[in-house]
């Protein structure tokens, strides 16, 4: 079992940047696939993004494609959320997620086993 913390989230203007990370607790952390989600008050669980276990592999959302890019350090038991060109419509709560296996569904949040609690990103003039 590992646990995840997210961090790197604050306020930051529309056409910014922000990176946001995602610590694993232990040195198996390379075992695990990583997705990150997002949830807007009153709204669904969003998926942002997927990075396999080795980091070659990488899927995103339709919403954050070309925006936002996904990157490890096994070494390090770290991943990655650059976010470019931010919006407001970015604003939420960002969570990492680890999956022990996955099938092919990287979309579902149903497929992570170990999520973190959250790092808050406001994009906002």
């Known amino acids: 079992q590992v646990q995840l913390a997210e961090s790197g989230g604050g306020l930051v203007q529309p056409g910014g940047s922000l990176t946001l990370s995602c610590a694993g607790s232990?040195?198996?952390?390379?075992?695990?696939?990583i997705g990150w989600f997002r949830q807007a008050p009153g709204k669904e669980r969003e998926f942002v993004g997927y990075?396999?276990?080795?980091?070659?592999?990488?899927y995103y959302g339709d919403s954050v494609k070309g925006r936002f890019t996904i990157s490890r350090d096994n070494a390090k038991n770290t991943v990655s959320l650059q976010m470019n060109s931010l919006m407001p419509e970015d604003t939420a709560v960002y969570y990492c997620?680890?999956?022990?296996?996955?099938?092919?569904?990287?979309?579902?949040?149903?497929?992570?086993?170990?999520w973190g609690q959250g790092t808050q990103v406001t994009v906002s003039s």
């Open positions: 997620a680890a999956a022990r296996a996955v099938y092919g569904n990287v979309v579902s949040a149903t497929t992570y086993d170990y």
């Open positions: 990075v396999n276990r080795n980091g070659d592999s990488t």
């Open positions: 232990e040195h198996t952390f390379i075992i695990y696939a």
